[in-house]
């Protein structure tokens, strides 16, 4: 499921469950009702996805990158370490920036499974995760 809201300066997307190949089909409409609304951030609040795969991260892509076109930014919230190695795989974590603050509310998510926004990568991963998050 995904919902939109607005602000008069602020889309947000709120993404639960998968986002991946099964869901698709509302990809094109979802975007086109986003692009349409031209604001000039874009909050994408992942706490309650549950699996994203590279059709997932394609489409955050194309989000981040029609954003970003317009000269807008777009925030990825609450998503985990699995959910930033996908677009890390797929090169494009620069597209977005990082809240590495925010901290999902367990109380919102009672049909989903408990995920731990902001989880730190290990190793080298963490080193350039966290510089593009002082970057943003």
């Given amino acids: 499921m995904i919902?939109?809201?607005?602000?008069?300066?602020?889309?947000?997307?709120?993404?639960?469950g998968d986002l991946d190949l099964a869901e698709r089909d509302q990809f094109p409409e979802i975007?086109?009702?986003?692009?349409?609304?031209?604001r000039q951030l874009l909050v994408i609040d992942m706490c309650r996805v549950?699996?994203?795969?590279?059709?997932?991260?394609?489409?955050?892509?194309?989000?981040?990158?029609?954003?970003r076109k317009r000269g807008g930014a777009t925030v990825l919230r609450?998503?985990?370490e699995r959910d930033l190695f996908v677009l890390e795989v797929c090169g494009a974590l620069d597209l977005f920036r990082i809240d590495g603050e925010h901290r999902c509310d367990p109380a919102s998510m009672p049909a989903v499974?408990?995920?731990?926004?902001?989880?730190?990568?290990?190793?080298?991963?963490?080193?350039?995760?966290s510089q593009r998050r002082r970057r943003a």
């Fill in 113 to 129: 499974p408990q995920r731990t926004a902001g989880t730190q990568p290990s190793g080298s991963r963490r080193a350039a995760l």
């Fill in 78 to 80: 609450g998503a985990d």
């Fill in 50 to 67: 549950t699996f994203m795969d590279s059709t997932g991260a394609a489409f955050l892509i194309s989000l981040a990158d029609a954003g």
């Fill in 3 to 16: 919902e939109i809201a607005t602000s008069s300066t602020t889309a947000t997307l709120v993404i639960a």
């Fill in 31 to 38: 975007a086109a009702r986003v692009v349409g609304l031209r």
